[in-house]
């Protein structure tokens, strides 16, 4: 068992943050490995070719990709902990990337690939420049697979960290942990356990832990340069239908659309947040909303310069009495 040690300090001032870089990480991790979640199988068939084939041409992205997606304990070059917080910009995390040492990443790879549960080839870690080299495989990985649908993917990292922080505010950091993942996460009153394998613990200094979410994936792992520690960890809800398979009796009643708007406030969301993640207009969204709120199972509440939504009582119970009922298995 490891665990990230965090002292009263730490946890004082532990933060939330958006990357970029593990959102393609993560996207790239899923690429490769040869059965997606069900709910990515779409997302993946379409990209899969592309995928191939870049790999097929490319000895440093196919040698990179094949050890992440197989591998317990990821290189540090390609996991610095952002800097930005939530206006993490992709440029910066890899130009961190592209500084790092050769001789580091060399060494990070050796040990990734130690941890490694398939055989790896490592013939493309020669020469010098590698970093660089790393910086430019992950931009391609950003732009090709990840840019284009940014916007949605990012509404859905600011839902789950504005539910966290909720979550925060009114229970304290063990309970907005805790929900980040299906097993215990606590032990004892200052310690998470974020790995079942036997590494030295972390102890995260008094700048706090960055937590950062991600949408393409069930696994969690750290980003660690001294004195910085992240941990990343799967988004809620990463990308789910919205709209549950078969006949639909809350469409029916309400229609399609508005419909749609109440299931995605399953936890409290804008209205920008709303249209990328449901990739509809900004003025189709707050049409909507506006009958929702007239029906009395929608409320706005202004939060800075912002309107978070969220369903009511009547609003819950009302998407909760009218789900559809899972079809029955064929005999």
Do not use: N
Not at 3 to 31: D, H, K, Q, V
Not at 106 to 115: D, K, L, N, S
Not at 214 to 223: D, L
Not at 248 to 254: F, H, I, K, Q, V
Request: aromatic share 8%.
């Amino acid at each position: 068992m490891t665990l990230l040690r965090l002292g009263p300090a730490a946890l004082s001032r532990s933060r939330f943050a958006l990357s970029p870089l593990a959102e393609t990480l993560g996207a790239l991790i899923t690429l490769h490995r040869p059965d997606p979640d069900p709910w990515l199988a779409d997302w993946y068939a379409e990209r899969r070719p592309a995928y191939a084939e870049w790999l097929a041409g490319d000895t440093v992205a196919a040698g990179l990709l094949s050890l992440v997606a197989a591998t317990k304990w990821l290189p540090d070059a390609v996991t610095p902990p952002p800097t930005g917080g939530m206006a993490t910009r992709i440029e910066d995390e890899l130009a961190e990337v592209a500084a790092h040492p050769d001789a580091a990443v060399r060494g990070e790879v050796a040990e990734a690939v130690a941890a490694s549960w398939r055989p790896q080839d490592t013939g493309w870690v020669t020469g010098s420049g590698l970093a660089p080299r790393l910086a430019t495989t992950l931009r391609y990985g950003w732009d090709r697979f990840v840019a284009p649908d940014w916007p949605r993917r990012r509404a859905v990292l600011e839902r789950d960290v504005m539910h966290r922080a909720g979550v925060l505010a009114a229970y304290g950091w063990r309970q907005a942990v805790a929900g980040m993942t299906r097993r215990p996460t606590w032990v004892g009153d200052d310690a998470i356990r974020f790995s079942d394998q036997t590494y030295p613990d972390r102890t995260v200094t008094d700048e706090g832990l960055i937590f950062v979410p991600y949408t393409s994936g069930g696994g969690w792992w750290t980003c660690e340069r001294s004195p910085r520690y992240a941990l990343v960890y799967p988004a809620r809800g990463p990308a789910a239908d919205v709209d549950p398979p078969g006949r639909d009796p809350l469409a029916t009643l309400l229609g399609p659309g508005r419909a749609r708007v109440l299931r995605a406030l399953d936890h409290p969301a804008t209205s920008t947040q709303l249209a990328r993640s449901l990739r509809l207009s900004l003025g189709t969204v707050s049409a909507h909303l506006a009958v929702l709120r007239d029906a009395g199972v929608v409320v706005g509440a202004r939060t800075g310069r912002h309107v978070l939504y969220r369903r009511t009582d009547r609003g819950e119970s009302l998407a909760t009495l009218l789900t559809p009922a899972p079809e029955a298995a064929p005999t």
